[in-house]
T-cell receptor, first 111, second 116 residues
Framework: GENVEQHPSTLSVQEGDSAVIKCTYSDSASNYFPWYKQELGKGPQLIIDIRSNVGEKKDQRIAVTLNKTAKHFSLHITETQPEDSAVYFCAASGAGTALIFGKGTTLSVSS | DTEVTQTPKHLVMGMTNKKSLKCEQHMGHRAMYWYKQKAKKPPELMFVYSYEKLSINESVPSRFSPECPNSSLLNLHLHALQPEDSALYLC???????????????FGEGSRLTVL
């Protein structure tokens, strides 16, 4: 079955800096890679996703890149703000299969 | 309306109690999910319903009993739970396209369960 590794487990940056979180997956059949942000006391919220037919996707300050050959994908947040502080989860799934989550990254943005 | 609504938000129960968690969505999603999340851990899949039929049961103990009365509602019935079952229980839904999961999961805010 699919296995998703996520690094780092914690990340501290200064406001305005960039943050990068990396994930690797094991199943070459996986074709959908979402990123979720979870704030304290709330459910995970989808912030960006990418499918295997695309190499990069950007939405304002957030971008995701996918390298299918190496089986890894990354989340890039530019110009970080204190409200970006949260736990971020990457995940992977294939057609008809359930999402498998990485262990999460706690991002702290200090002003 | 892009919400998944879960009730109650908090629940405290004894090990002999019977309680239920409820989830509702009106996005027309035909796949609904229960996840369990412990502190500082990722969500763990428990059950998946596709077109109101149970399609995945991840070897969850029988003290957790899911039910999908219709395409908008999902329940999780709880009975004889253990203290280690204390966790955040998340409901999610996703669109099915020609019977295949499109992948995008929409989560509710969760029900925080404490078992005494």
């Amino acid at each position: 079955g699919e296995n998703v590794e996520q690094h780092p487990s914690t990340l501290s940056v200064q406001e305005g800096d960039s943050a990068v979180i990396k994930c690797t997956y094991s199943d070459s059949a996986s074709n959908y890679f979402p990123w979720y942000k979870q704030e304290l006391g709330k459910g995970p919220q989808l912030i960006i996703d990418i499918r295997s037919n695309v190499g990069e996707k950007k939405d304002q300050r957030i971008a995701v890149t996918l390298n299918k050959t190496a089986k890894h994908f990354s989340l890039h947040i530019t110009e970080t703000q204190p409200e970006d502080s949260a736990v971020y989860f990457c995940a992977a799934s294939g057609a008809g299969t359930a999402l498998i989550f990485g262990k999460g990254t706690t991002l702290s943005v200090s002003s | 309306d892009t919400e998944v609504t879960q009730t109650p938000k908090h629940l405290v129960m004894g090990m002999t109690n019977k309680k239920s968690l409820k989830c509702e969505q009106h996005m027309g999603h035909r796949a609904m999910y229960w996840y369990k999340q412990k502190a500082k851990k990722p969500p763990e899949l428990m059950f998946v319903y596709s077109y109101e039929k149970l399609s995945i049961n991840e070897s969850v103990p029988s003290r957790f009993s899911p039910e999908c009365p219709n395409s908008s509602l999902l329940n999780l019935h709880l009975h004889a739970l253990q203290p280690e079952d204390s966790a955040l229980y998340l409901c999610a839904s996703s669109l099915l396209s020609r019977g295949t999961n499109t992948g995008e999961l929409f989560f509710g805010e969760g029900s925080r369960l404490t078992v005494l």
